[in-house]
């Protein structure tokens, strides 16, 4: 067995057209610097097996036949470790040559996956799945802190029956030593090579086009970080963090390549959580200079969501409380018009944000914090705060949290939207943490908790898209349309007054909740 940890960037296809573009690149002077061997060109076809209803993927298990010029080798690999983020990706890995192109049902025998492995060739169930076939430019590289590694640019194609997708890619996988030259290597070759991050491996990718999945597949969701039995507190916040930049990067290609707005709204989730995260992280130059990257991200995740939010939530019950007022109904039709356009200005907006070199530099930088030794910190106070018992960091956090978020909820009933927009930040950040550390205690207790939390924060939500309506339309051509205008402001009232008695109920189920970090 071998734990294969390796940085992943998609290349531009069109980057390697033309013979001996591959060589080409191998020329950087960022890849020159580190090189330590003769480059190897080889092509790899490689056939991917599964059962008809894909048991292996559904375990997070890969198998692979893969001809490397003259040789066969078996390839079985186990679902993602901890760490996996920001084009890093980490597996095990179990691997063993060949005679000739027939699975080793001995070898499978000896991973941890065998009952499901073996079981599955025992009934013949193995089918083949997609195959890939690349050409592989290969050069072994050493890093000053003797890491070495070998880098590897892949050009050509996956295919799944009759559907193909393009391989044109960069891996810089690790023979020893640690991923943090990998992250530095990376962003020297941002600077002037048209990459971005590679969140989906060629497995993942060809899984997907066998489903006609599309390249990008799904939205990707907040997952819950494992963070074992009360790790230290660094430990966790980098998990914490991985967990973070796999959300943002996995969502990169569905946003620049689909209209649904989903993949806005779950990258913009996993910002909001990567921010909540950075910000418990002790302060350096680095991390701070993360977190303004990432407000900037933010900011255009944000205005594109607010759109989205606006024309398929806010407007409709406003359209439909019009009913048969003819000048309202007309002046609405102009505004969904309008609104249409500054949707689509914003979604290219956050498109060409998430396209630029500098949403990937952003990603590799919060890797390379990631995989930095203390976080780069080397002050006694702040090694003493990393080295406390994530448990113990965690009971005082979410605790000054919860006292907070008490004492603005005590009377949301009859609060200012000042007052309510307050709160509701409060119960996001209390949120963001009680789900950080919620591993590491009880689950029933926490999920009650974080039901309670949840409503509180949706209803406060609610009422404050019911005030800040007005903001959004004030820029619009129009805006000052009578009818429109009136319209909204008594929508708006009525939301208002039907909220109050839902926030007053919710408020006090958030006080009768039970405290799940402070019970033993």
């Not at 079981?119 to 290969?138: G, I, S, Y």
Request: hydrophobic share 45%; glycine share 6%.
């Amino acid at each position: 067995m071998a734990t294969e940890v390796e940085l992943k960037l998609s290349l531009d296809p069109r980057a390697l057209k033309g013979d001996g573009a591959a060589a080409r690149f191998a020329q950087h002077p960022a890849i020159a610097h580190v090189k330590s061997g003769r480059a190897r060109t080889t092509r790899l076809v490689s056939t991917y097996y599964d059962t008809p209803d894909l048991r292996l993927a559904r375990h997070g298990i890969v198998l692979r036949l893969r001809r490397d010029g003259t040789r066969w080798l078996q390839t079985v690999k186990g679902p993602p470790l901890s760490g996996t983020s920001a084009g890093l990706h980490a597996r095990s890995e179990f691997e063993c040559g060949l005679t000739h192109p027939s699975f080793d049902a001995a070898h499978l025998a000896t991973t941890p996956w065998h009952r499901v492995l073996t079981k599955a060739l025992r009934k013949k169930l193995l089918v083949p799945q997609f195959t890939t076939d690349f050409v592989r430019h290969a050069i072994p590289v050493t890093f000053p802190n003797g890491t070495r590694a070998e880098l590897a640019i892949d050009s050509g194609a996956i295919r799944a029956g009759r559907r193909t997708a393009r391989i044109s890619e960069i891996e810089i996988e690790i023979v020893s030593g640690d991923p943090l030259p990998l992250f530095r290597l990376a962003q020297l070759l941002t600077v002037d090579l048209p990459v971005t991050i590679g969140s989906a491996n060629k497995a993942e990718r060809g899984f997907a086009l066998a489903r006609d999945a599309g390249d990008a597949g799904e939205p990707v969701h907040a997952s819950t970080a494992e963070l074992g039995t009360d790790p230290a507190a660094e430990e966790a916040l980098r998990t914490i963090a991985q967990g973070c930049l796999a959300q943002i990067a996995g969502n990169a290609a569905g946003l620049v390549a689909d209209t649904d707005p989903e993949w806005v709204h779950q990258m913009r989730i996993g910002t909001r959580r990567l921010r909540s995260c950075l910000g418990l992280v002790p302060r350096t130059p680095a991390r701070d200079a993360l977190i303004a990257e990432v407000k900037w991200l933010a900011q255009a995740l944000g205005n594109a969501r607010d759109w989205d939010v606006f024309a398929t939530e806010t407007l409709p019950p406003v359209v439909a409380a019009v009913g048969t007022d003819a000048a309202a109904a007309a002046s609405f039709a102009r505004l969904r018009r309008r609104v249409s356009v500054r949707r689509v200005r914003a979604r290219a907006d956050v498109r060409d944000a998430v396209r630029s070199p500098r949403f990937t530099q952003l990603l590799l930088a919060c890797g390379a914090l990631c995989a930095t030794h203390h976080f780069g910190r080397s002050d006694h106070e702040a090694l003493r705060a990393l080295a406390t018992p994530a448990r113990e960091f965690a009971e005082q956090l979410i605790g000054r949290r919860h006292h907070r978020l008490a004492g603005r909820a005590a009377d949301l009933e009859h609060a200012s939207p000042g007052e309510r927009h307050r709160a509701r930040i409060a119960a996001k950040k209390l949120r963001y943490a009680a789900e950080f550390f919620a591993p590491l205690f009880p689950a029933k207790r926490a999920r009650t908790y974080l039901d309670a939390l949840s409503a509180l924060q949706d209803v406060l939500g609610h009422a404050n898209d019911a005030e800040t309506v007005h903001h959004l339309v004030e820029g619009l051509p129009g805006a000052r349309d009578v009818a429109m205008a009136g319209a909204i402001r008594g929508w708006a009232a009525a939301s208002a007054a039907t909220l109050a008695k839902e926030i007053a109920h919710v408020a006090g189920r958030f006080a009768r909740s039970r405290r799940f970090w402070a019970d033993r």
